[in-house]
C-alpha cells in the first residue's frame, strides 16, 4: 500500500493484500544458525466486502464474494497490542484511537495520512512500541481519530525517512519512523529487512510468510550473493528500482518511463508489500492478456478488466539489471464469483491492472504480492539514518523462488483444484466489450 502523498491509485476490484497472526522479527544478537531462526508461518485473514447491489438491479450482474485481506503482525503501541498491516509502500506509524494505549506524550498537530485505498487522520502522539525483541521508548505515531477504508486497526510503515509525513509535520528526528529508530538504537544490527511470501495451497494467494530484521531466513541464504539493485531515481523516497525487462511469451515488451531521468528502455517500479496486486502501464497489461484465447477485454467509462478464460496461462517475467524472474501463472488472474440473473458464475480477472487515473508521478510499475511471492525479497537501507540521506545507498536484492518449468506443468493440477470450489465458469462468449451479455444483462461497474 502507497501513500498517495504523490499519487492515488483507484482501484477497480478489490484491494487484497496479504494477512497473518504476527510479526517475526529477529534480532542480530540472536544466534544466526537455521535452528535459531524464528520463521513465523502467517494465515490469511478475509473480510468479505458487502455486495451494493440494489434490489431493482436484476440486470446487473454483480460481484458476489469480494474480500479483503491483510498482511498485518502483531505491533505493541504504549502497553496494547494493536493488529497492523506491514507495508513497504509508506513509512508512518498509526492506530486506531484506543484508551487502552498509555500515550506518554500528545501534540496538537494534525497529520492525514491519504492511501491508494483510504486513508486515517489525527494527532500526532508519542507511546513505547515494541515487537520482536525492539523496543522504541518514544516513538511518534497517527493517534487515529478518523479512518475511512481502512479495515484493520493501523499500519507499520517500512519505508524511508523521506516519505514521512509525520516527521515532515513534526519538523522533529525524534518523530522519524519505526525502522530509522529501531537502526538508530541498534547500530550493531545490519540494515536490511528481508520478506519472503508464501502461498496458500491452492495456489491463489498468499498464505503467510516471514519477515526478519538484519537476517536472512536461512532457507534463502544464497540472497545475499545476489545483485543489489539501487533505489532510483536518486530524488526518491520510495522502494523504487529501475526495471529493464518484461517478457510475454517469449516476446519482449517495449519499456518506456514516464520518471525524469531513467534510462532509456527501462522504467520504475515500486515493491509494494501492503498491494496485493499489480498496477502496470495499459500497454502492459495490453501485451500480457490480448495474446490469450478467448480473453474479453471490457472498457468503459466505468471499468477496465480483463475477463480470462481461468485455464489459460502465459509466460511472464520481470526484468532486473541481467536477471530475470519468471511469474507463476496463478498470479495472472484472480478468480471471483458473480451473479446473473440470480445464478451464480465464476469468472477470472486480470491480477496485472491499469491505474484508472492514468500514468503515475513517480513509477511506472507497481509490483505487490503477486510479484513479491515469486522471490525472496531484501530491502537494503543502505548506511544513514538521516533524513534525506537514508536512500542513497538503499537498494533490494531478490532470489527467485519460481521455478519456470515446473509452475508451468502444476498450473492446470492447481487451478482445476481450485475452481472446484467455486461456480460453474460463466461463457465469456457471451460477453461483449462494453459490458453487456448476450442474456440482456450489464456488468456492474463496481467490477
Known amino acids: 500500500m502507497f501513500s498517495s502523498n504523490f499519487v492515488a491509485l483507484a482501484l477497480a476490484l478489490s484491494n487484497v493484500l496479504l494477512a497473518s497472526n504476527a510479526l517475526v522479527i529477529r534480532r542480530d544478537d540472536d544466534n544466526s544458525d537455521s535452528s535459531s531462526f524464528e520463521g513465523f508461518a502467517f494465515q490469511a485473514q478475509v473480510t468479505q466486502k458487502e455486495n451494493k447491489q440494489g434490489a431493482n438491479n436484476d440486470s ?31 513509512s508512518d506509524l498509526w492506530v486506531t484511537n484506543n484508551q487502552k ?15 491508494g485505498i483510504g486513508s486515517a487522520d489525527g494527532n500526532i502522539a508519542y507511546a513505547p512500541v515494541s515487537f520482536g525483541g525492539y523496543r522504541i521508548d518514544s516513538q511518534a505515531f497517527v493517534n487515529a481519530q478518523k479512518v475511512v477504508d481502512q479495515d484493520g486497526q493501523g499500519i507499520l510503515g517500512l519505508g524511508f525517512i523521506g516519505l514521512s509525513e509525520i516527521e515532515q509535520a513534526a519538523k522533529d528526528k525524534k518523530a522519524q ?22 502461498r496458500s495451497q491452492d495456489g491463489e494467494d498468499t ?69 496485493s496486486l499489480a498496477y502496470i502501464p495499459e500497454e502492459a497489461v495490453e501485451a500480457i492478456y490480448s495474446p490469450i484465447d478467448g480473453a474479453v477485454h471490457v472498457k468503459n467509462k ?62 511506472d510499475f507497481l509490483l505487490g504480492d503477486i510479484f513479491m511471492r515469486n522471490v525472496y525479497s531484501v530491502f537494503n537501507f543502505g548506511n544513514s539514518t538521516t533524513p534525506g540521506d537514508d536512500t542513497k545507498t538503499a ?16 498450473f492446470e493440477e492447481h487451478r482445476k483444484e481450485s475452481l472446484k470450489a467455486h461456480p460453474p465458469q460463466f461463457d465469456l462468449t457471451k460477453l461483449h466489450t462494453d459490458g453487456s451479455s448476450d442474456d440482456g444483462g450489464h456488468l456492474d461497474p463496481q467490477l
Open 101 to 115: 494505549a498509555k500515550i506518554t506524550n500528545t501534540t496538537s498537530t494534525n497529520v492525514n495520512l491519504t492511501y
Open 207 to 275: 498464505a503467510g510468510g516471514v519477515i526478519s530484521v538484519g537476517e536472512y531466513d536461512p532457507q534463502f541464504s544464497k540472497v545475499s550473493g545476489s545483485p543489489k539493485y539501487p533505489v532510483q531515481p536518486t530524488s526518491t523516497s520510495r522502494w523504487t528500482i529501475s526495471m529493464s525487462g518484461l517478457s510475454v511469451n517469449g516476446n519482449s515488451f517495449a519499456l518506456k518511463s514516464s520518471v525524469q531521468g531513467t534510462k532509456k528502455g527501462e522504467a520504475i517500479a515500486l515493491i509494494d508489500s501492503g498491494t
Open 302 to 363: 466505468d471499468q477496465d478488466s480483463w475477463f480470462v478464460p481461468c485455464m489459460s496461462q502465459a509466460n511472464v517475467s520481470f526484468t532486473f539489471g541481467s536477471d530475470s524472474y519468471p511469474i507463476n501463472p496463478m498470479e495472472l488472474t484472480t478468480p471471483v464469483t458473480i451473479t446473473d440473473g440470480g445464478k451464480q458464475y465464476t469468472v477470472c480477472l486480470n491480477a496485472f491492472r491499469a491505474p484508472l487515473n492514468g500514468k503515475q508521478v513517480d513509477m
Open 177 to 198: 519512523p519505526v525502522m530509522a529508530n529501531i537502526f538508530s538504537q541498534n547500530p550493531s544490527t545490519p540494515m536490511f529487512i528481508g520478506l519472503a511470501l508464501e
Open 395 to 410: 537498494s533490494i536484492q531478490f532470489l527467485s523462488r519460481t521455478n519456470k518449468d515446473q509452475v508451468y506443468q502444476n
Open 60 to 90: 446487473l450482474m454483480t460481484i458476489t464474494n469480494e474480500s479483503n485481506m491483510e498482511y498485518v503482525g502483531k505491533v505493541n503501541v504504549g502497553g496494547h497490542d494493536f493488529t497492523l498491516t506491514i507495508d513497504t509502500g509508506s
